[in-house]
């Protein structure tokens, strides 16, 4: 499989938001309408003009067919050490199961490892069980429990 990965560009956010809107629970808490939520776009600006993130989008001849995004924390803990956070991973429901989440995932933890981070953490709803399992398989474990505040 030829994946290119990519940052993403502000001219990807139509498709970006219809690849977080394409699952079930992204359906619910998208905005997919035209033009494009004003929200995303300064979303994107912030993410795009921080150093510490980086949003990233894998292609597959030339079409978009997942993305995530990466954090990059500074601790205290740990003796001082760097950690990579991944979060708002899609992959086109197209495209599931053939190995284009293995691949990316390989991908972001080299490069967590290429900017000197000791670990990479996610999170994962837990109404995505396929998700936690894909995670699972990949090494991740489940070692602490998580908790979200909603701000309204």
């Excluded at 001219?11 to 309408?33: C, F, H, P």
């Excluded at 912030?46 to 980086?54: K, L, M, R």
């Excluded at 972001?108 to 396929?130: E, F, H």
Aim: aromatic content about 10%.
């Amino acid at each position: 499989m030829d994946l290119t990965f990519r940052n993403a560009r502000e001219q990807d956010l139509g498709d970006l938001v219809r690849l977080l809107a394409n699952d079930k629970l992204g359906k619910t808490r998208e905005d997919t309408s035209s033009p494009i939520n004003a929200a995303y776009l300064k979303a994107f600006q912030h993410i795009n003009s921080d150093a510490n993130n980086e949003l990233i989008i894998a292609e597959l001849a030339g079409e978009m067919v997942a993305m995530l995004q990466l954090t990059f924390i500074p601790y205290l803990t740990h003796i001082g050490s760097w950690r990579c956070l991944i979060e708002g991973v899609r992959v086109d429901s197209r495209y599931r199961g053939q190995g284009i989440g293995r691949s990316f995932f390989e991908w972001a933890i080299a490069r967590a490892k290429g900017k000197g981070c000791s670990m990479v953490q996610l999170t994962s709803d837990k109404k995505r069980p396929n998700a936690i399992k894909f995670y699972e398989d990949l090494g991740f474990v489940a070692s602490h429990e998580g908790f979200k505040l909603k701000l309204d």
